[in-house]
C-alpha cells in the first residue's frame, strides 16, 4: 500500500511539474504580448516617466480606435486582404490545375517540367527581387494589384503539394470515373478536388497567411502610401516618434488579430499545411 | 493546365534570373537612360568588394543567432507540450501562437520591447539596438521569437509521428526518459529536424522586415543583411551592383541548401518504411 | 469474345494471343495464380488499358477503340472503388452523371433508378450514409449497385469477394448467383479462388502467365482437365501428382497405360485405404507411411508419405485411421487416374 500511494504521489508531482514548466513556458512566450498591450494602451510619456512598469497606467482603450483612424488601417486591411483573396485564389487555381496534369495526365516532357517548375524552389523571391520590380515597373504595376498579386500566382510548393496528394487517389477510382464517364473536368471537380479537400484547405491557409504578413515584395512594388499594405503601416508608424508609439502597437495588434482569429479556429489544418513536407503521413 | 504556372513562373522565376545577369554586365546612367557595358570585371568587383562581404557576413551571422537557438526552443516547447494533460491543448495553442505574427508585427513587439527610445528593455546592454556590437542580437531575438510557433508546430507534428508502442518497448528495455529521448525519439523526428532548419536557414538568409524595422540597417551599418544591402541598390545608379549581389545570394542560399539537403539525407534517420 | 488478345508491358508479356468467346447470360469466370494476366484481360474489356494487339467484340461491334463508358459495360473493383466523399446514393448514382449514355434523363429519373438499384441490393437504409460508415459487405454491395445501375450488357468484376471475410464470402457467392439469375445479366468474374469459379460459373477459364489453359464448365474442367495446371489449380486439397517411374512395380496394378505418360494425377477423394489383407481387385496400390491426419469435422484428409512425396487421401470423418508412423496402403481405380506427358499435357 505504501509503495501504491507513493506511486500516486509520483505521479501527482509529475503532472504538477508539468502544468507548472508548461505554464511558465507560456507566460515566456506571451510576456512579449502582454507588454505590448501594456505599451499600447498607456500614454507614451506617462509611461515612460512611471519608469515602464509591467501593467498599464492611465489605460486609454481609445488607443485602437485612434491607431485605426490615424494610419489609414481600414484601407490597408481591406486592401492586404484583397491581396492574400487573389493570391489564394490564384494559387490554389494553378496548383490545382498543374498538380493534376502531374498526377493524372501524360505528356511530353512531363519529368522535365516537373524538375523545371520544382526547381524554382531554390529560388528564393529575395533573389529575383531587383529584376522583378523591374519587370513590374516596365509593366506600369507599381502601385496596383497585379503588381502585388502576379508574381505570386504560382509556385512550386503549391504545386507538390497537390501533385503528392493527389497521387494518393487510389488508381481504381480514377478507373471507375472513366468508367462513370467522367472526363478530366469531371474528374477533377466530382473526386479529386473534393477528396483532397483538407490538403487544399490548408494550401489555402498558409497561402493567406503568408500572403497578408509578406513585407519587402510590398515594400518593393509600391511607393504611394496609399498603396500600402498592413505591413506596411506598420513601418510607417515605427519611424514615428516616441509620442505616437502607442499607436504603431496598437496598430500592429489589430493586424495580428484576423489572423490570430483564423489561426484558433482552423488550427488543425494551418498546422497540417505548414508541417506538409517535414512529416510524412 | 499547365500554361498559367509555366508563363507565371518563366516570367517571375526564370527571366529574373538571366536578367540579373544581363543587369549585372550593363550599367545604366543616372537617369537610367542608357546602358553601358561593364562587363564580367562587375562581378568580379561587387562580388570580392566589401559590401558584399559585409553583407554575407552579417547574414551568416544572423543565421548562427537564430537558427540553433530557435531549433532548440521549439523542441523543447514541443517537448514540453507532447504529453498526455488535461487542456494540453490550451498549451499547445499558445506555443504555436506567433504564427499569428508577421515579421512585421513582431518587429513592432520588440520595438516596444527593446527599442533604444522607447523600449522596456532599451538599455539592456546584450542585446542594445544603439550599439553595434549587440544590435544584430536585438533583431535576432524578434525573429526567433516569431518562429517560435512554426518550429514548434513542425516538431510536435514529428513527435506526434512517433509510435507510443516503440516508446513503451524502450521503457520495458530499462530506458529512461531521457534516453527515451536522446535514443529513439530524436533519430526518429531528425528528418523533421532536418527540413525544419534548412526552412529557417534560407529564411534568416534573407530576413528584411526585422531589421528595416527595428534597425533600418543601424547602427554604422552594423545590421545591414544582405538582403537590406541589395534592397538598397535599386537606384539606376547602384542597381548593377544589387543584381550581381543577387546572383551572389542566390549562389549561397543554393549551396545551403544542397548542402544541408545532401548532408542531412546522409544523417538522419528516415525511420519506417 | 477475344481474338487472339496480347498485352505487353515492356518487354514483359502479360496477356499473349488470348481467343475467348463469352456467351450471352453467361457467369463466366476468369480463373488463375495472381499475376497471371487474368484482371489485365478484364482491364481491357473495360477499356481501362488498350491490348498491344488482338480485337475485342462487344456483341458485333469491334470495341477496341471506344471510350469505357460506351462500351455499355460496368466493372466492380476489387477494393470497390467507391468515392468516399460521396454517400451511398450519391455513388450509386455516379454512372448515370458521365457523359454519354442516358444522362439526359431528369433528377426523378435518376433518383428512381438508384433507389432500384439500392433495393435490389437491399441498401435502401443506407442511402445517406458515406462508405467509411458502411461494412465491408454493404461497401461490396454498393459497388454492385454502382455497376447495375446503368444495366449495362456487360458486368466485369474483380475479385469482388477477395475483401470479404470468410463466412460472408460463401453467402455472398450464392447472393451473386442469385443476383445474376435476377439480372438475366452476363457477368466476367476474376479471382484467384477455384471454390468461387467451382460455385459459381457456367464457365470457367482457367488462366496461368498470361496463357489460357482451358476453356469449360466447372465440372468438366475438374473431372477432365486439359493439362496438369488445370488439373492442380481446381480442387482442395489439390489432386495428387504422381511420377510413374516413382510408382513400385508392386503397386503397379495399374495395366497399359496411355503411351508417353510420365506422372498421374489422382484426386484426393479417389484414394482410399486398404487393408493388407483385403483383395485388392482392381485397385493399384500406393504403399507408404502415415505422416498425419487433417480432421475437418465432416470428413478427414490423410497424409501419407508415398516414396518421395506427401500423398493426400479424402476420408469420411469416422472412418479409422493408421496413426502417425505406422504403414497405409491407399487405392485408387486405375480409371480414376489422370495420365499427363513430360510437358503436363493430358495423355488420353
Request: charge should be neutral.
Amino acid at each position: 500500500m505504501a509503495v501504491g500511494d507513493r506511486r500516486v504521489l509520483g505521479r501527482t508531482l509529475r503532472t504538477t511539474g508539468s502544468y507548472l514548466l508548461l505554464s511558465l513556458l507560456s507566460v515566456v512566450i506571451l510576456l512579449p504580448v502582454w507588454l505590448m498591450i501594456v505599451r499600447a494602451v498607456s500614454p507614451p510619456f506617462v509611461y515612460i516617466d512611471r519608469g515602464q512598469p509591467w501593467f498599464p497606467v492611465e489605460a486609454d482603450w481609445g488607443v485602437f480606435a485612434d491607431a485605426w483612424s490615424a494610419s489609414d488601417l481600414g484601407r490597408a486591411m481591406a486592401l492586404s486582404l484583397a491581396v492574400a483573396a487573389i493570391i489564394t485564389v490564384g494559387q490554389l487555381l494553378t496548383s490545382i490545375m498543374a498538380g493534376y496534369a502531374f498526377a493524372f495526365l501524360d505528356f511530353p516532357l512531363k519529368r522535365i517540367l516537373f524538375v523545371v517548375i520544382l526547381a524554382t524552389m531554390l529560388l528564393p523571391a529575395e533573389v529575383t527581387l531587383v529584376a522583378n520590380v523591374r519587370t513590374i515597373r516596365e509593366l506600369g504595376w507599381l502601385d496596383s494589384l497585379p503588381g502585388l498579386t502576379v508574381p505570386s500566382l504560382a509556385t512550386a510548393f503549391g504545386i507538390f503539394l497537390l501533385r503528392q496528394t493527389f497521387l494518393g487517389i487510389p488508381p481504381e477510382l480514377r478507373d471507375a470515373a472513366l468508367l462513370d464517364g467522367f472526363g478530366h473536368y469531371r474528374f477533377l471537380r466530382r473526386v479529386v478536388v473534393p477528396i483532397s479537400r483538407p490538403t487544399i484547405g490548408s494550401l489555402a491557409l498558409i497561402t493567406m497567411l503568408g500572403a497578408w504578413g509578406s513585407y519587402l515584395w510590398p515594400r518593393a512594388v509600391t511607393t504611394d502610401p496609399s498603396w500600402n499594405t498592413v505591413q506596411l503601416v506598420l513601418r510607417q508608424l515605427t519611424t514615428q516618434e516616441v509620442d505616437s508609439a502607442n499607436l504603431a502597437v496598437a496598430a500592429a495588434i489589430i493586424s495580428a488579430v484576423p489572423i490570430l482569429v483564423l489561426l484558433l479556429v482552423f488550427q488543425r489544418q494551418i498546422i497540417r499545411g505548414l508541417s506538409a513536407g517535414a512529416v510524412k503521413g | 493546365m499547365l500554361l498559367p504556372t509555366l508563363v507565371l513562373l518563366g516570367v517571375f522565376a526564370y527571366f529574373p534570373l538571366t536578367r540579373l545577369v544581363h543587369m549585372g554586365l550593363w550599367r545604366p546612367n543616372r537617369f537610367g537612360t542608357r546602358e553601358t557595358w561593364v562587363g564580367p570585371a562587375n562581378f568580379v568587383e561587387v562580388l570580392t568588394g566589401e559590401d558584399f562581404r559585409t553583407g554575407v557576413w552579417i547574414s551568416a551571422r544572423y543565421v548562427l543567432l537564430t537558427v540553433p537557438i530557435g531549433l532548440l526552443l521549439g523542441l523543447v516547447l514541443a517537448l514540453a507540450a507532447h504529453r498526455r494533460l488535461k487542456g494540453i491543448r490550451v498549451f499547445q495553442t499558445v506555443f504555436s501562437s506567433t504564427i499569428a505574427s508577421s515579421a512585421a508585427v513582431s518587429a513592432v513587439v520588440f520595438y516596444s520591447l527593446i527599442n533604444p527610445k522607447i523600449g522596456r528593455f532599451g538599455d539592456v546592454s546584450w542585446l542594445s539596438l544603439a550599439d553595434p556590437d549587440t544590435a544584430l542580437r536585438g533583431v535576432a531575438l524578434s525573429s526567433i521569437w516569431q518562429n517560435l510557433g512554426l518550429t514548434f508546430v513542425i516538431v510536435l507534428a514529428a513527435l506526434q509521428t512517433v509510435p507510443d508502442e516503440l516508446l513503451e518497448a524502450a521503457a520495458l528495455d530499462g530506458f529512461g526518459s531521457v534516453r527515451r529521448t536522446t535514443k529513439v525519439v530524436l533519430p526518429l523526428i531528425s528528418p523533421a529536424l532536418a527540413f525544419l532548419g534548412v526552412v529557417l536557414m534560407v529564411s534568416a538568409f534573407q530576413s528584411f522586415a526585422q531589421v528595416e524595422l527595428l534597425t533600418g540597417g543601424g547602427p554604422a551599418g552594423s545590421t545591414e543583411t544582405l538582403v537590406f544591402k541589395i534592397f538598397e541598390r535599386q537606384s539606376p545608379g547602384s542597381i548593377s551592383e544589387g543584381a550581381v549581389m543577387s546572383i551572389g545570394m542566390f549562389a549561397i542560399t543554393f549551396v545551403m541548401t544542397m548542402v544541408q539537403l545532401t548532408l542531412t539525407s546522409r544523417k538522419v534517420h528516415y525511420g519506417g518504411r | 469474345m477475344l481474338d487472339g488478345l496480347t498485352k505487353r508491358f515492356g518487354d514483359l508479356q502479360v496477356v499473349d494471343h488470348l481467343s475467348l468467346e463469352i456467351h450471352d447470360r453467361e457467369f463466366f469466370v476468369l480463373l488463375g495464380p495472381s499475376g497471371c494476366g487474368k484482371t489485365t484481360v478484364l482491364r481491357m474489356m473495360a477499356g481501362l488499358d488498350a491490348p498491344t494487339s488482338g480485337t475485342i467484340t462487344l456483341g458485333d461491334t469491334v470495341v477496341n477503340h471506344l471510350d469505357p463508358r460506351r462500351r455499355d459495360v460496368a466493372m466492380v473493383f476489387q477494393s470497390y472503388a467507391l468515392y468516399p466523399h460521396m454517400t451511398v446514393a450519391e455513388n450509386i448514382e455516379a454512372p448515370l452523371l458521365g457523359r454519354g449514355g442516358s444522362r439526359r434523363e431528369g433528377r426523378a429519373a435518376r433518383a428512381r433508378q438508384v433507389r432500384e438499384a439500392a433495393e435490389i441490393l437491399g441498401l435502401g437504409e443506407l442511402l445517406g450514409r458515406k462508405p467509411a460508415a458502411l461494412s465491408g459487405g454493404q461497401r461490396q454491395r454498393v459497388a454492385l449497385a454502382r455497376a447495375l445501375v446503368r444495366r449495362p450488357q456487360l458486368f466485369l468484376m474483380d475479385e469482388p469477394l477477395s475483401n470479404l471475410d470468410a463466412k460472408l464470402r460463401t453467402r455472398t457467392r450464392l447472393d451473386l448467383v442469385d443476383l445474376w439469375r435476377q439480372l438475366d445479366a452476363t457477368i466476367v468474374f476474376v479471382t484467384h479462388d477455384q471454390v468461387e469459379a467451382m460455385t459459381m460459373a457456367t464457365r470457367i477459364a482457367v488462366m496461368a502467365d498470361g496463357i489460357l489453359h482451358q476453356v469449360g464448365a466447372p465440372t468438366d474442367v475438374y473431372d477432365d482437365p486439359d493439362d496438369l495446371f488445370a488439373a492442380t489449380f481446381l480442387g482442395s486439397p489439390p489432386i495428387n501428382v504422381l511420377e510413374v517411374a516413382d510408382l513400385e512395380p508392386s503397386t503397379n496394378g495399374l495395366g497399359p497405360l496411355p503411351t508417353g505418360t510420365t506422372q498421374l494425377g489422382v484426386r484426393p477423394e479417389h484414394l482410399r485405404t486398404v487393408s493388407e489383407d483385403a483383395p485388392a481387385g482392381e485397385l493399384a496400390l500406393l504403399r507408404g507411411t502415415v505422416r498425419g491426419r487433417e480432421a475437418l469435422g465432416h470428413e478427414v484428409h490423410v497424409v501419407a508419405r508415398v516414396g518421395a512425396r506427401d500423398v493426400v487421401a479424402r476420408q469420411p470423418a469416422h472412418d479409422a485411421t493408421p496413426a502417425p508412423g505406422s504403414p497405409i496402403i491407399l487405392g485408387f481405380h486405375p480409371s480414376d487416374a489422370l495420365a499427363f506427358d513430360r510437358d503436363g499435357a493430358r495423355v488420353r
